[in-house]
C-alpha cells in the first residue's frame, strides 16, 4: 500500500510529427497562462494537444534571462501531487535553494486527480517538450526529483524516457515492479535514494531498487537517514540534495 503523505510543515521530446509532410511539421509554440503567484512560485496552466490542462509550477534563479539556459529540475510532488503538495515540496525542498544556485524548477500538479504513475505519466512527453521550449535546460537533458509518491513517479517516467535526464534524486522513491523491470534504461543516470530510518515499509523496495541498478552496472546510492520518518526534516531546504545535483552538472 502506497503511503499518501502530507508535508504538514507548509515550508517544512517527444512529438511525433504525422501525417505524410515531407519535412516534420514544427511542434506549437508553446502558451502558458499565469494563474497566481504565490510566495516564490509561479503557477501556469497550459494546455496539451490533446484538451488536458495541466498547472505548474515555475522558480526561477535570480537574475533569470530568458535567452539563457539553466540547469532545469523537475521536480515530482508527494501525496495527492495537488498544488498544495507542489507548493510544500517546492518551499520544502527546492524552491529557495535552486533559486539562490541559478536553477529553473519545474513542478506540475497531476492532471485530474491522476498521479504520475498512476495515468498522468501520458502527459510527460509533451510537457517537457513544451517546458524545454519555454526553459532551455543546460545540455539538453532535465535532472529529475521526487517525494514519496513524486519518488514513484520519478522512476515511472525516467524509465519511459530515460534519454531526457541526466540525473535523479529521490526522497524516498522507489519502481513499482514494471518499473524495477525495466531499470537497465537507468544505469547511464545516476540515481541517489534517500529513507528515513523509521520508513521501513519504503526501505525494502529501495534497497532492493538499489541491488538491482548496481548490478545492472548503474551509479545508484542509497542513504537510510538515522531518526527520519517519512518525511526527511534534516534534508529540508535542499543544501545537501543540491550538493549532489551539482556534482552531476
Not at 524516498?172 to 521501513?200: C, N, W, Y
Given at each position: 500500500m502506497?503511503?499518501?503523505?502530507t508535508?504538514?510543515?507548509?515550508?517544512v521530446?517527444?512529438l511525433a510529427?504525422?501525417g505524410?509532410?515531407?519535412?516534420?511539421t514544427?511542434v506549437p509554440?508553446p502558451t502558458?497562462?499565469?494563474l497566481?503567484?504565490v510566495?516564490?512560485?509561479?503557477?501556469?496552466?497550459?494546455t496539451?494537444?490533446?484538451?488536458?490542462a495541466v498547472?505548474?509550477?515555475?522558480?526561477?534563479p535570480?537574475?533569470?534571462e530568458?535567452?539563457e539556459?539553466?540547469?532545469v529540475l523537475?521536480?515530482?510532488?508527494?501525496?495527492?501531487?495537488?498544488?498544495d503538495?507542489?507548493?510544500?515540496?517546492v518551499e520544502?525542498?527546492?524552491g529557495a535553494e535552486?533559486?539562490?544556485?541559478?536553477?529553473v524548477v519545474?513542478?506540475?500538479?497531476a492532471?485530474n486527480g491522476?498521479?504520475?504513475?498512476q495515468?498522468?505519466?501520458s502527459?510527460?512527453?509533451e510537457?517537457l517538450e513544451?517546458?524545454a521550449?519555454?526553459y532551455?535546460?543546460?545540455g539538453?537533458?532535465f535532472?529529475?526529483?521526487?517525494?514519496?509518491?513524486?519518488?514513484?513517479s520519478a522512476?515511472?517516467?525516467?524509465?519511459?524516457q530515460?534519454e531526457?535526464?541526466r540525473?535523479?534524486?529521490?526522497?524516498?522513491?522507489?519502481?513499482?515492479?514494471?518499473?524495477?523491470q525495466?531499470?537497465?534504461?537507468l544505469?547511464?543516470?545516476?540515481?541517489?535514494?534517500?529513507?528515513?530510518?523509521?520508513?521501513?515499509?519504503w526501505?525494502q523496495?529501495m534497497?532492493?531498487?538499489?541491488a538491482?541498478?548496481?548490478r545492472?552496472?548503474g551509479?545508484?546510492t542509497?542513504e537510510?537517514v538515522?531518526?527520519?520518518?517519512?518525511?526527511?526534516?534534516?534534508?529540508?531546504?535542499?543544501?545537501?540534495?543540491?550538493?549532489?545535483?551539482?556534482s552531476?552538472?
Amino acid at each position: 500500500m502506497i503511503k499518501q503523505i502530507t508535508l504538514g510543515l507548509a515550508l517544512v521530446i517527444i512529438l511525433a510529427a504525422c501525417g505524410g509532410a515531407a519535412e516534420p511539421t514544427a511542434v506549437p509554440p508553446p502558451t502558458s497562462e499565469l494563474l497566481r503567484q504565490v510566495g516564490m512560485i509561479d503557477y501556469y496552466e497550459m494546455t496539451l494537444a490533446d484538451g488536458t490542462a495541466v498547472t505548474y509550477g515555475v522558480v526561477l534563479p535570480d537574475n533569470y534571462e530568458a535567452n539563457e539556459t539553466y540547469p532545469v529540475l523537475l521536480a515530482l510532488p508527494p501525496g495527492p501531487q495537488t498544488e498544495d503538495m507542489v507548493a510544500a515540496g517546492v518551499e520544502g525542498y527546492w524552491g529557495a535553494e535552486g533559486q539562490k544556485r541559478g536553477w529553473v524548477v519545474i513542478s506540475p500538479v497531476a492532471p485530474n486527480g491522476r498521479l504520475f504513475f498512476q495515468g498522468s505519466e501520458s502527459i510527460m512527453p509533451e510537457f517537457l517538450e513544451r517546458m524545454a521550449q519555454l526553459y532551455p535546460p543546460e545540455g539538453g537533458q532535465f535532472y529529475l526529483a521526487g517525494v514519496s509518491n513524486g519518488g514513484i513517479s520519478a522512476f515511472r517516467i525516467a524509465t519511459a524516457q530515460p534519454e531526457l535526464f541526466r540525473a535523479i534524486v529521490v526522497l524516498p522513491g522507489f519502481p513499482q515492479s514494471a518499473d524495477f523491470q525495466q531499470l537497465d534504461k537507468l544505469t547511464g543516470i545516476p540515481v541517489s535514494m534517500f529513507v528515513g530510518e523509521r520508513d521501513t515499509q519504503w526501505i525494502q523496495s529501495m534497497e532492493a531498487a538499489q541491488a538491482e541498478l548496481t548490478r545492472l552496472g548503474g551509479e545508484a546510492t542509497l542513504e537510510i537517514v538515522p531518526n527520519e520518518g517519512h518525511v526527511i526534516q534534516s534534508l529540508v531546504g535542499g543544501e545537501r540534495l543540491y550538493d549532489w545535483l551539482e556534482s552531476h552538472r
